[in-house]
């Protein structure tokens, strides 16, 4: 698993800086879907849930701002990741982080959509 975040295996984890500096241009609200097709351990997902978390707790009470952000993370939040392991590791490090839906799937993303969409 080591040589999967060191990129030997042709994978690029984004810096944090960079995620974080896109999902600020992107500023992605509840009504936004938002798809990593190549989402690694998941850190463009989990920064936009982040976004809308942040949005919807200086907005709402304590109730409404966690439907607000979960029901972004339940519909309008996905990711692919070709390598299973990966896929498998953005699933954990999407839950541990309270998204608790885990829209990822294990595929390759240059597929036909129909393709995908039975996955």
Known sequence: ?????KGKMGQFFT????????????NPERSD???DPACG?????????????????SNYDEKEAWEHWHKFAMNNLYGIEI??????????NMIIHDD???????????KNVDEITKT
Do not use: W, Y
């Open 1 to 5: 698993m080591e040589d999967f975040f």
């Open 100 to 110: 608790g839906h885990t829209n990822i799937i294990s595929t390759d993303s240059l």
């Open 41 to 57: 351990s998941g850190g463009f997902l989990l920064n936009a849930l982040d976004k809308v978390r942040k949005f919807a707790e």
């Open 15 to 26: 810096p944090r800086e960079i995620i974080t500096f896109c999902v600020e241009m992107m």
């Open 83 to 92: 390598n299973d392991q990966i896929a498998r590791v953005c699933k954990m």
């Open 33 to 35: 879907l938002v798809i």
